[in-house]
């Protein structure tokens, strides 16, 4: 009973974790910018008169989508033009349920991972589950019967697919480097010291694969530089038919793909919830120091180091994202199948070679 | 190969500059945060309705009609104004006037803000100086068209 309580109350924290970060890349997004650009970004959003830097934004965004009227077109296919919305929402949420927040916390004799699905192919079913997000962007090309949302729709899978070959292979020198796909495991082995001092990150060990994993993922977010599906500035794009909040669930999923793909760059290459030097029972650092903190404290840390972690790469796409200009499609996919997938191969090679020398 | 290398130092390059950019705003931003004042602003917005701008001595803003010393409007209904007009929204209708220096005078004088695209000409053509654009109010929305009409009483101020 009391587990399952606890298994319960994992999911909805995760969940309510994932979806006010999400929230909030909004926010940070306009604020970002804002400050690449030399502006101030969006601050007059008030709550009882206090403005602190904007931050009711989101919520006035939230209740501005919601208030939209919700407009189906009389020509769309009807229920797959609304589930559409919800397919692609879906199987992006629930990927973070396989993300691990921090080690195991012991309280009162019990023992809770800081993870609620702990599964063995933990990196294939994130992969799998972004996959399915193909079938949002098609769907609404196809069921909004516009010639040019199927256009869109078209570009869009075509693009997704072909950068989930890169993202795939690219993950696949890690996978030979730590020789698992349960995400718990491969943070463990990221808690080991090379040479004795230097964290065994992966993107240490994996410098190309991580290069790639994260242009990939930049792909599959749908944002600027790799933005055709949508092309909100000028292309006609496949949420064309859409408005109100089923439009700002779209939205919310390419915000979330964004967190999603902090999340993994962080868990895969960067030491997941690790904080260097830090292990179960404190610090000890290569000098010889030692700092021993209690359990609690080390957990809100490895928490705490996770969430600035992910805050980072966030940070990073966005910067991305308000730098460059878009792509030409047919550069796009010169890109990825001429380029990517080659040099994912290579570092697959390389990595093959490197470990039987050094085995 | 080799393009896509020389490609990838450029996009670098062009992160460097955003980078620098957000960076140097940064340290701006919090230093005013912190109550320290600098120089150099971390952005050069202007928080616009809270913190008015200075508007330039010729600035073309809401027209109005000048008055003679007894209180009658300067305008003579030589209809130069609305003849120059190149947005047609100056109409005007004359009226006997008893004085022989002066003839005529507006009994209606209408200009359609909502059709007038601030370009000036008609203070340029106005002979009597009857006519100006320097109140200085620029804040000219309002929710229905017919409020942009304004009529001799509200021209005159
Ligand atoms: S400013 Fe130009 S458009 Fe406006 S009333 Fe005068 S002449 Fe017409
Ligand atoms: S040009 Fe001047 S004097 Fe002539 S009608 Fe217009 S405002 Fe009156």
Redo the contacts with the bound molecule.
């Keep these: 009973m009391i587990d399952t309580l606890i298994l319960l109350a994992k999911i909805v924290a995760a969940l309510v974790w994932f979806l006010v970060l999400t929230l909030y890349l909004t926010w940070l997004e306009r604020k970002e910018s804002a400050v690449m650009q030399d502006r101030i970004g969006a601050n007059r959003a008030d709550f009882f008169g206090y403005r602190v830097i904007g931050l009711f934004q989101p919520f006035a965004d939230a209740i501005k989508m919601m208030f939209k009227e919700d407009f189906t077109p009389s020509f769309s296919r009807r229920f797959l033009h609304n589930a559409a919305p919800f397919m692609a929402f879906f199987f992006t949420a629930v990927t973070i349920q396989a993300i691990p927040f921090g080690d195991v916390l012991r309280i009162g004799g019990k023992e809770i991972k800081l993870q609620v699905l702990d599964i063995d192919v933990g990196i294939l079913f994130i992969l799998a589950m972004l996959s399915f997000t193909v079938y949002g962007v098609l769907l609404s090309g196809w069921a909004s019967n516009n010639r040019w949302t199927l256009l869109g729709g078209l570009r869009g899978a075509a693009q997704l697919v072909s950068y989930e070959v890169a993202l795939g292979l690219s993950l696949i020198g890690l996978v030979m480097v730590f020789p698992s796909l349960r995400f718990s495991a491969i943070v463990d082995f990221q808690g080991d010291l090379l040479f004795g001092w230097l964290p065994k990150w992966g993107i240490l060990l994996q410098p190309l694969g991580a290069l790639i994993f994260l242009i990939a993922s930049m792909a599959e977010s749908e944002r600027v530089p790799f933005d055709l599906p949508e092309g909100e500035s000028e292309i006609v794009g496949f949420y064309t038919e859409y408005g109100g909040l089923k439009w700002g669930m779209y939205m919310f999923t390419d915000f979330m793909k964004v967190l999603i793909i902090a999340c993994l760059l962080t868990t895969l290459f960067f030491g997941g919830y690790h904080v260097p030097w830090l292990a179960a029972d404190g610090f000890h650092f290569p000098w010889g120091g030692q700092l021993l903190l209690p359990h609690g404290i080390v957990i809100l840390l490895q928490v705490l180091a996770f969430n600035v972690k992910v805050i980072f790469f966030c940070w990073l796409q966005i910067l991305v994202r308000w730098t460059y200009p878009r792509f030409r499609y047919d550069q796009l996919m010169d890109f990825g199948w001429k380029f990517l997938i080659p040099l994912s191969l290579l570092n697959i090679v390389v990595t093959a070679i490197i470990m039987s020398v050094l085995k | 190969m080799l393009k896509h290398l020389g490609f990838f130092i450029e996009i670098v390059k062009g992160s460097i500059i955003t980078i620098r950019h957000f960076v140097v705003n940064m340290f701006y931003h919090i230093l005013n945060l912190f109550g320290i004042k600098t120089k150099r602003r971390g952005a050069v917005t202007r928080q616009y309705p809270e913190a008015p701008i200075q508007l330039a001595s010729r600035h073309r803003s809401l027209h109005r009609?000048l008055q003679r010393d007894d209180g009658k409007p300067r305008?003579?209904?030589?209809?130069?104004?609305?003849t120059v007009c190149p947005s047609e929204c100056i109409y005007?209708e004359a009226a006997e006037e008893s004085d022989p220096e002066i003839q005529k005078v507006?009994s209606t004088f209408i200009i359609d803000l909502s059709r007038c695209c601030f370009c000036g000409f008609?203070v340029e053509?106005?002979?009597?100086d009857?006519?100006r654009m320097d109140t200085g109010e620029v804040e000219l929305a309002r929710y229905g068209r017919g409020d942009l009409v304004y009529n001799l009483e509200k021209l005159l101020g």
Excluded: F, H, K
């Design positions: 009609l305008c003579v209904v030589c209809m130069l104004c609305a005007i507006p008609c053509a106005c002979p009597e009857a006519i």
